[in-house]
């Protein structure tokens, strides 16, 4: 099951809340969708949802486009809002329930399905509550619920972690990395960027309505950041077997580096470039006679490369 967006654009009046992003997704793979408030996350996830029209653009799942016949793509997503609403006078069971019916679901099938939902969801203690009732992390629960009730094979979850408690933070990873493995095709947004590097496949950072970078976790970590002048950098951690104190000098005086600190037994430097930027400055280190145990380059965190890229725009 493959998600592509393709040139997609929303407008609202005079704001390009989304401006011609492009990415895709499958089956089994669990994408961050990352950026500032206002970035364009949530409209895209509710063009994607069919709960609205582009201005331009496309989105299809296995090859059927969410605009030109939602109708049909209805049945391939389940959609994880920011919020749910809050009825008074109906239960957890009863909400499953009334979707189950929405989708068609009939007789002791949909007995089966509501309860099987419920006790994979972890929902059977409250499921005579009412919704009004619930704390955050229980809505957030009954939301994905009732998103997997005709069992999607794509999830679309805006913000589905904010304002939970570390244990239901826990839960909802864990309850990710099942569904990821059944094979659902997942985009999540959030802003706790540590929790997502930790369960996600790839991501997507957008700002202003534009993307930014775009692909595997690997393929974003491994590209590093960007100084305060917008060059590329690496940061770098060398072991000395000797000598580290003279190797912190001479890391400090070398172009190219733009600093250098001693951290643990081993001296990280930054420097200004690619991987062959880092290339060279090993090469000048060994010339110097410096005798050297380890060399890597510091795998960048997505917070990190989030920080570098982004400037914080509000649109």
């Not at 329930?97 to 939902?117: H, L, M, P, S, W």
């Not at 839960?171 to 959030?190: F, H, N, P, T, Y």
Request: aromatic share 4%; hydrophobic share 40%.
């Amino acid at each position: 099951m493959e998600v592509e967006i393709q040139n997609l654009r929303k407008e609202y009046g005079n704001t390009r809340a989304v401006n011609g992003i492009s990415f895709s997704f499958g089956s089994g793979q669990i994408f961050g969708f990352i950026g500032p408030n206002g970035a364009g996350k949530s409209t895209t996830m509710r063009v994607l949802a069919t709960l609205e029209e582009p201005t331009s653009g496309n989105a299809t799942i296995d090859g059927v486009s969410v605009i030109e016949n939602p109708e049909k793509a209805h049945k391939y997503i389940g959609y994880v809002p920011d919020s749910l609403p809050s009825h008074r006078d109906v239960t957890v069971h009863e909400y499953l329930d009334f979707f189950a019916r929405a989708y068609n679901i009939r007789g002791e099938k949909r007995r089966q399905t509501v309860e099987g939902v419920e006790e994979f969801t972890n929902l059977l203690g409250i499921r005579d509550k009412t919704l009004n009732a619930l704390s955050k992390g229980m809505k957030n629960r009954v939301s994905i619920a009732r998103a997997l009730v005709h069992d999607p094979p794509v999830l679309l979850m805006d913000e589905p972690a904010a304002g939970l408690d570390p244990r239901a933070r826990i839960e909802l990873r864990e309850l990710l990395k099942v569904l990821a493995g059944q094979g659902k095709a997942i985009l999540i947004s959030s802003h706790i960027l540590s929790e997502l590097a930790e369960i996600c496949t790839g991501a997507v950072i957008i700002e202003r309505g534009k993307i930014l970078r775009a692909g595997t976790l690997q393929e974003i970590l491994s590209r590093g950041g960007k100084n305060k002048h917008g060059k590329a950098h690496r940061t770098v951690v060398l072991r000395p077997l000797d000598r580290i104190d003279e190797l912190l000098t001479t890391l400090l005086e070398t172009p190219g580096v733009e600093d250098a600190r001693i951290a643990d037994g081993s001296v990280e430097a930054d420097v200004t470039g690619d991987d062959e930027a880092c290339c060279a400055l090993l090469e000048t280190i060994i010339r110097a006679g410096y005798r050297i145990l380890e060399y890597r380059p510091r795998r960048a965190d997505l917070e990190q490369i989030f920080l570098d890229v982004t400037r914080g725009d509000v649109q």
